[in-house]
């Protein structure tokens, strides 16, 4: 009768490579090429330039969800993932939720159209204080990402170099939205309260989110890749 195979060896120990392998996969599914980056991006877009110049706001809403609409029915139609255009819907929805609660509150048309930019601003900063949170407890979101590969939660954090190699990886993880949440609150911020155009604040907001938001995601994930070539190191030393 044959033994178990005991744990520690039927399930693989995190390593340089392990998490570099995790780091690609991760990127490839959250960037989602250049397909999912249009499909996630175009909706926001076509919502600032419709309404900018028309201050529709109820077209700019349509418009945006037709966007979305289209480009869902084709990746049915494909039987491809719908992530990422599920993920512009259920943005563009959050958003209008918040243009109605501004509506209600008696809002300006353009205190509407600033109020459709705030769930993202808030999403950015909850999801950087979390990260940076496990961080500093020693417990690196990016680490559960690993344990979720090989197989054990928690079996990477009995190693320092991968602990350490972690922290790095998942403050780059965070450093998008932070520096999103510190560029884009402000301006919303001063929009709402008047202190410079709202319309201007939206343009700048925009561009702060569709301009500057994928070249930064971009670069992170880069330097995350650049960080794992730079360090990979055997975990430990080899027997003589």
Not at 27 to 38: D, Y
Not at 71 to 84: H, P
Not at 138 to 158: E, I, K, N, R, Y
């Amino acid at each position: 009768m044959t033994e178990g195979v005991p744990p520690s060896e039927s399930t693989p120990q995190p390593t340089v490579a392990t998490v570099e392998a995790m780091v690609r996969a991760q990127m490839s599914t959250a960037l989602g090429g250049r397909r999912g980056m249009i499909e996630a991006g175009v909706p926001g877009i076509l919502f600032t330039a419709i309404w900018l110049p028309t201050k529709d706001l109820r077209l700019a809403l349509v418009i945006s969800l037709v966007a979305a609409g289209i480009a869902l029915a084709v990746r049915l139609a494909q039987r491809s993932t719908v992530q990422y255009v599920m993920n512009a819907v259920f943005s563009i929805g959050i958003g209008w939720l918040f243009v109605r609660i501004a509506a209600n509150s008696g809002g300006s048309e353009s205190d509407q159209a600033l109020a459709f930019f705030l769930p993202g601003i808030i999403y950015s900063l909850v999801y950087t204080i979390v990260l940076g949170i496990s961080c500093l407890s020693t417990w690196p979101l990016v680490g559960f990402m690993l344990g979720s590969v090989t197989g054990d939660a928690t079996a990477w954090h009995d190693d320092r170099q991968v602990v350490r190699l972690c922290t790095r990886l998942t403050w780059l993880l965070a450093a998008p939205g932070g520096v999103g949440v510190l560029l884009q609150g402000p301006v919303w911020l001063l929009g709402w309260r008047d202190a410079i155009d709202p319309d201007v604040a939206v343009g700048v907001i925009a561009f702060l989110r569709y301009g500057l938001g994928w070249p930064l995601r971009i670069a992170s994930w880069s330097a995350m890749i650049w960080l794992l070539a730079r360090n990979s190191t055997p975990l430990e030393p080899e027997s003589a």
